[in-house]
């Protein structure tokens, strides 16, 4: 599998809350970020958890996220940030706010 | 629509504070991580399963157990989907066990 995103790319999180081992936090669903790196392809854990191994590995991203988009009450500097480890299947492109 | 969080991912949540001293495991402690780690390398299960098996135990049974207490809870639970113990084997072993604990608390 080839990877969607590159580097400085604007995505957002997709807001999804199915059960099951979820590594994508809580907190980070639905908020937009920029790619950061692409770290490489690697085995689902949302299917290993189940005892599945023979799936597709998928692109893992680094993304960026400013601390005041991922907490409403954040307190501290604009320039703040958190960086997640995200798979492809939770990122899609950032939408332009209406 | 309110969505449901899971009971581990508590990232922004009030939690108290943490206790970053040092402590000693104790031999069941000790036990649990290893039976872990060899169930591990014999391939019955990874480390994605048994954190789903913990996560799964919901909240209540999540925040009452101690750290290895839910190891051992999710570990179990994990044999017993893989058709390594039987339920029936379990019971019957814990029942011996508890036997065992009580006559050797007596003499």
């Known amino acids: 599998m080839t990877s969607q995103f590159g580097e400085g790319d604007s995505v957002q999180v997709r807001l999804a809350f199915p059960p099951g081992h979820i590594r994508t936090p809580f907190y980070a669903r639905g908020k937009p970020g920029v790619v950061e790196s692409y770290v490489g392809n690697f085995s689902n854990p949302e299917e290993l958890a189940f005892g599945h191994k023979d799936g597709a590995k998928l692109p893992l991203y680094r993304v960026r996220f400013r601390q005041l988009d991922l907490w409403p009450d954040y307190q501290g500097p604009e320039h703040d940030s958190a960086v997640l480890d995200l798979y492809e299947h939770w990122l899609e492109p950032l939408r332009a706010k209406s | ?107």
């Open chain 2, 1 to 107: 629509m309110a969505h449901q969080r899971a009971v581990h991912d508590m990232g922004g949540l009030e939690a108290g504070s943490v206790d970053a001293a040092g402590h000693d495991h104790a031999p069941w402690e000790k036990k649990i991580d290893a039976i872990r780690n060899l169930l591990s390398q014999q391939n019955y299960f990874g480390v994605d399963e048994l954190r789903r098996a913990i996560e799964a135990l919901g909240p209540g049974v999540y925040d009452d157990l101690s750290y290895y207490e839910r190891w051992t809870a999710a570990v179990t639970r994990l044999l017993q989907e893989k058709g390594v113990i039987t339920t029936d084997e379990l019971g019957r072993m814990m029942a011996l066990v508890e036997r065992e604990w009580q006559e050797a608390r007596k003499s």
